[in-house]
């Protein structure tokens, strides 16, 4: 599985989760949004377009709340690709505790996107609970 990280959570914490991730038996590959668009600012629908064009499984991870308006929203809801969003109790987390509580949810994101078939949308809270809760994206 290869994991997207949006532009609105650090790159420095998008290469330590790739790092990590080679540790693990899954396989995972963790990509900032810069190092996969080439560079910082590309059109979500465009980088979009990208991953759902690549012969790669993604799961985008992002800040973003996929809000801003209802064609970004209707974009990322029917993208056909897993999305995990970082909710509002993650706006004034630091550096430091993002990565710390990404490294801690990561067991259970990568069991999950590995057991859930098709895109899935998940909202995931800062503070670890004990299950992971999502809903099933259509299909595409």
Known sequence: MHFFIDENISHHIANA???LAKL???NHTVMHARDVNGGPGMQ???WLEQLKQSDKSWVIVSK???QKGNREKFVFENCGITTINLGNDWKNVKAWETALRLIEWWPTISKEVLDTPGPTHYDLPCKKP????GRKKAAK
């Open 17 to 19: 989760l790739n790092h």
């Open 24 to 26: 693990c038996s899954e």
């Open 44 to 46: 979500d629908d465009v």
């Open 64 to 66: 973003d709340r996929f």
């Open 130 to 133: 004990t299950k992971l809760k």
